[in-house]
């Protein structure tokens, strides 16, 4: 009797262990997407991207106003938001596809670094 109770809290033991195992909280390994993207450039990047997609074209004459650092630098959270279709904000390009995703994290990594003048 005695051995079959040793046996019994044994397996006991072994169940909750298993189960201990599966239940316990695994911890992503959380990479930071900006690290690999970064550093990325006003004058190479966004610049480029700001041009490539009438951005600049259509922003010189209706409102919010951005051609430069200056002005871009203003209403960078507004302009990642835009391109970013959230949707309290117009979408951005006008009238066009949604920006791929590479040139969205660029301009949301090119803000998380401080929005540089580089
Ligand atoms: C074909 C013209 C056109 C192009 C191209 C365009 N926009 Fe716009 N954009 C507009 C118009 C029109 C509005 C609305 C202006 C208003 O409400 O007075 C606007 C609004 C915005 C706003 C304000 C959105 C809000 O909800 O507050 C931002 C920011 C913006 N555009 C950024 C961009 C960016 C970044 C690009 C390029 C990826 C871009 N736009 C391309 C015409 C354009």
Known sequence: MKHILIITY?????CFACKKDK??????????LCDSI???S??????????????YACHSSISPIFS??????AVKDDILKSIQ????YRPMPENAAKLPDS???K???WIESGAPNN
Do not use: G, K, R
Not at 10 to 14: D, N, R
Not at 42 to 55: G, P, T
Not at 68 to 73: G, I
Not at 85 to 88: A, E, L
């Open 38 to 40: 970064n550093p990325v």
């Open 42 to 55: 006003f004058a190479n990047d966004i610049e480029i991207i700001l041009n490539a997609n009438s951005c």
């Open 23 to 32: 239940t316990a909280p695994v911890v992503p390994t959380l990479v930071n």
């Open 103 to 105: 040139l969205i994290n």
């Open 85 to 88: 279709h959230d949707p309290s």
């Open 10 to 14: 044994t397996l006991c033991f072994f």
């Open 107 to 109: 301009v949301q990594c």
């Open 68 to 73: 430069d650092y200056s002005s871009v630098f």
